[in-house]
C-alpha cells in the first residue's frame, strides 16, 4: 500500500479536519469492553467525540486569539465563537478581509465559468489546511469572491463543528454496534494491523477502548488527524474556513454542495476490505519520514496554482493504488472522485443556470484530475477560463 493519500485528503476532503480535535484527550471511554453495544451506547460513543471536539476547538480558539493578539498575522478566524457573531470583526478578519490584496504572495488557481446566456460562476480550487503566507489572497479571486451573491463549498464546516447534534448524527454512521473494529479487519496481519494503530493513538493519548466500536475508516481519519498535526498542518488557515467566515461576515449566502452526514455515509459504505486498506495507509504515512515533504510539496502546488503538476501527481496516486489492488481503487475512486466529481459539476451547471453569481471552493483536486470538475464543465460546452 504506497499511494500517498494525503493528496486526496488535503485536497478533497474535509472530514479529518473537522475531526483533527477529537484524538487529543480521549482517554475516558463511555463502553464497556463487551463486544455488542446498544443503540443508547451509540450515542454515548458520538457524544464523548463531539463534546471532545468542542473542549479541544476552544482550546484552539484560546491559542489562536493568542496568536492573533501577539502578531501582525492574517490568519482568518477559525473560532467557534467568532463564527456565531457574524457582526463582531476580529483583528485578523480585518487584516484579510480589509489590506487591499495586491501584496499578494500566492497565485492559486481561479476559473471563470461562462454559459452560452453570459451568467458567471467562479470555480476555486481549496487545500483545506494551509499557512499564514497564503493570506492576503490575491486581488484576482477576492474580487471574484466578494462581488458574488453565494459562497458553494462542500459543507459549512464551521457551522457543523457548532452544531453537536450534526455531528452526533453524522458520527453515527461509523460505529460498529454489532462487531468491534478488529472483526472488521481483512488479512492475515489484521490483529498486527490493530495492535499498531492502538499503538499511535496510545502514544497521543488518543486510544480509549470505545473506539473499539467505531469502524476501521473512522480509525484511519484519527491517525491522519494525528499526522496532520505532527508536521505543522493547520486546518486554521484551510482556505475553505477563511472563506466560510468572510462569507459570514459580509453576508453572503452560503450553499452546501454536499454534507458532512454524505461523507461519513460513504465511507461508511466502503468494504471492510477497502476500509483495511486506508487504516493500514494512515499507518504507513504516520510512520513516513516524507509526510512533511510531501505536504509541504501540496501547499507550493496550491501557491502557484500548478494544476499541471497536481494532476500529474494525483494521476501517480491513482496508478499507485490500482497497481496495489484494481478493485479496491476502483470503489475508492467511484465514491471519493468520480460521483464527487459528477455532484458538483452538477452543481455548477445549476448556479449558472440560476444566474446568481456564484463562487464555488472545492478540494483543488476535484478540479484539477482528469476529467475532473473543469474537464466536465468543458466537455458540456462552457467556457472555463484561467484568472489572474
Known sequence: MNFKKIVSLILALIL???????????NESTLSNSSDISSSEIESVTSTVSNSTETSEK??????????????SSKPTSSKNSSSKPSTTTTSQK???ENKTNNSKVSPKLYKVTDSKGNVAWLFGSIHVGKSTFYPLPDYVTN??????????EFDLVAFENDMTAQTNALSALVSPKQSVKKHLIGNDALSTYERAVEILTENQSYSPYMDYYKPALWSMFID?????????????????HLINEAKQKNIKIDNIESA????????????????????????????????????????????????KLRKMLREDYDAMYADDPALCK???????VKRDALMTDYVVKALSSGKRTFVCVGAAHIARENGIADSLKARGYTVEEVK
Open 261 to 308: 452526514d454524505a461523507q461519513y455515509k460513504m465511507l461508511a459504505g466502503f468494504s471492510d476490505k477497502l476500509q483495511t486498506m486506508m487504516l493500514k495507509g494512515s499507518i504507513q504515512s504516520y510512520e513516513s519520514p516524507d509526510s512533511k515533504k510531501d505536504l509541504d510539496a501540496l501547499m507550493n502546488i496550491w501557491e502557484t496554482g500548478d494544476y499541471a
Open 225 to 241: 488527524s494525528l499526522i496532520y498535526k505532527k508536521i505543522g498542518a493547520d486546518s486554521g488557515y484551510g482556505i475553505d474556513r
Open 144 to 153: 471574484a469572491f466578494y462581488g458574488s451573491e453565494v459562497l458553494a463549498v
Open 59 to 72: 482550546d484552539t480558539t484560546d491559542t489562536s486569539s493568542a496568536k492573533s493578539s501577539s502578531s501582525t
Open 331 to 337: 470503489e475508492y475512486n467511484d465514491a471519493m472522485n
Open 95 to 97: 487584516v484579510s478581509s
Open 16 to 26: 479529518v479536519f473537522t475531526l483533527s480535535a477529537c484524538t487529543e484527550g480521549n
